[in-house]
């Protein structure tokens, strides 16, 4: 279909290749840059198959580094800054946005494991970065290995040119486990995990006090009745499997929620995690029944906790017409204890169905603290589909407000590449936007396994709650900009 975009500006469009001293940066209506050669990409030490060969079929030049999982942000000494994560170059790009139009990679931290990447991104007030790491399920069965890592590094980036290794938290010492620590959450001094932990069958909720980013420990874990394999639990036998996909709370860290992606019941465990050392089980979402199989699981939450509102998505699969189409749902957390499922979002149409293609929800712009806190608007990757922009000023009903459809993109680098033909379900030579972040600045950041980073701006109308929350982050951002200046001059 034809690349669209609706109240959406485009500010730039990169492919982020932060290495050897070489940057490609792409513009809508510009020439492309002369792609890398394959000595200059075998050669650097950035990838972990630096100087040994790739296991990736290479059909022609490719830039090393358009494809990106996940951005967060902030604003560090009076400057804008990105922090862009990546799997087939397996580390993380730390950019420079103080101008939109001419994004910077100002360093690089490379991934620990190489058959791991780092499944997040997360940055906290104080500026420290964590790192969760993941197996990259992508590979070829036959060439996939265990990771050794099981766990998150923390990173100092209060000087965004140089970061400061702090320390690694094993969750898994001593054992290889085939998983990884996967859609965490990290908020003021604490930090939370879906993590494989020795003992136990498939991800917990694990909480770490990382007050001191050097000493973290765990101060609290949480876990479904029958995952202590150790201790002789065994699920119930409704449940085929039980993994917690996503470990994220509110923004204030008082209501926890464990997201269950895979076979029922699937769905959200709610959490009281005020005691952060014995978090309880509030309520459960149970998608199942009503839905159809493969319709269970939950990716993740977006809590817009002024107005006790959250939205859980469902990740999008391959071929549309073959399974249940994803969604995301509206659900009131007036009572966390009593949440109801207010709505869901309208599904984007016009879409070639037969297309083998990931269509449907994944990441959204998750209202961290030091980004826009929109709690009105909610924006959304849908894969194939673009990113959406939701009107969420009456939960009952979301409006579509706007979305961005980039141009396919001319290389692929994603999943199955090595193996892959056109048509892959799960991989393929076509758009499929994956992650965004909002800045203070309401600019948008989108990326895809094979689109690179896209720096965007919504031009539509918004609620009056989203107006106010835009202008009131513009303000927080002029004044950590007018104290770094200060700071300066003293």
Known sequence: MTRLRSNVRVLAATAVVA?????????????????????????????????????????GPRRMQPQGEQIDGAVINGRDYIFYGHYWSQGVSIVDVTDPAKPEVVSFIKNRDPMGHYTKVLVNHKNIMMLPIGTLTELDQAKRKPIKEHGVS???????????????YKTAPGTLINKGVHYSWFVDDYAYLSAPVEGYGGRIFLILDARDPRNPKEVGRWHYPGQHTAAGEKL??????????????????????????????????ILDIRDKANPKLLSRIDLSPPMTPGYFGVHNVVTMD??????????????????????????????????VILSILPIPQGFDRTVPARFGPHNAHENQPGSLIDDYMFYISWFRGGLRIFDLSDPKHPVEAGFFLPPDPKYRTDDITWNGKPGDPNGSELSSLNHVYVDQRGLIYTSGYNDGLYILEYTGPRPQGSVTALEEAKRSRERQIAAAAAAQRR
């Open 19 to 59: 290495c050897a001293g070489w940057l490609g940066t792409e513009r809508l209506a510009s020439q492309q840059q002369s792609p890398v050669s394959h000595e200059e990409v075998y050669g650097q030490q950035e990838f972990p198959y630096a100087q040994k060969k790739p296991p990736i079929k290479w059909d």
């Open 154 to 168: 923390f990173y100092d980036i209060n000087d965004p040119k140089n970061p400061k290794f702090l320390s690694f």
């Open 236 to 269: 119930e036998a409704s449940v085929e499997r039980m993994d917690a996909h996503g470990s994220m709370t509110n923004r204030d860290g008082t209501v926890g929620f464990y997201c269950v992606l895979g076979d029922p019941p699937g769905g959200v465990n």
């Open 306 to 339: 002024s107005r006790k509102i959250m939205a859980m998505m469902h990740e999008g699969a391959g071929n549309s017409l073959l399974r249940p189409q994803m969604t995301g749902w509206v659900v009131d957390m007036k009572d966390p204890a009593k949440p």
